[in-house]
């Protein structure tokens, strides 16, 4: 399975200062750990789409009841793992400058959808094997 260098990464907007600062470190989480994770691990969707599936549904179910925000992050170079075609684990520290953009929740669901109402993206989305 290959991706793009492009993951996104979910986390409570409380945090979001303390990311730009010091960007994000491997570690097996509460969320991890509740489902046996046992590798340190950055754990981010492969596509957009993949995040708003996990946001609308298992994610925002376990995500505490606060803010959340959605991180672009630029993952090129990096050691990854890859087990399932919607999540890629990121082995390694991921630096602040690799932020590429920070999504407030609703907005990267609204984009989101109304990309995928766009008949350039069906046809992208058709044209997949």
Aim: proline residues 6%; glycine residues 6%.
């Amino acid at each position: 399975m290959s991706f793009a260098t492009e993951v996104y990464h979910v986390t409570e907007a409380s945090n979001i200062e303390s990311i730009q600062k010091a960007g994000l470190q491997p570690r097996i989480g509460p969320r991890a750990s509740a489902f046996g994770e046992l590798v340190p691990a950055i754990y981010t969707f492969s596509t957009a789409v993949a995040c708003v599936d996990g946001i609308m549904g298992w994610l925002g179910e376990a995500l505490p009841d606060e803010d959340i925000v959605i991180l672009a992050l630029d993952i090129q170079g990096l050691e990854t793992s890859i087990e399932v075609e919607w999540e890629c684990k990121v082995l390694e520290p991921i630096a602040p400058s690799r932020i590429r953009q920070v999504f407030s929740e609703e907005l990267f669901v609204n984009e989101q959808n109304m990309l995928e109402q766009s008949p350039l993206y069906k046809l992208h989305e058709a044209s997949r094997p």
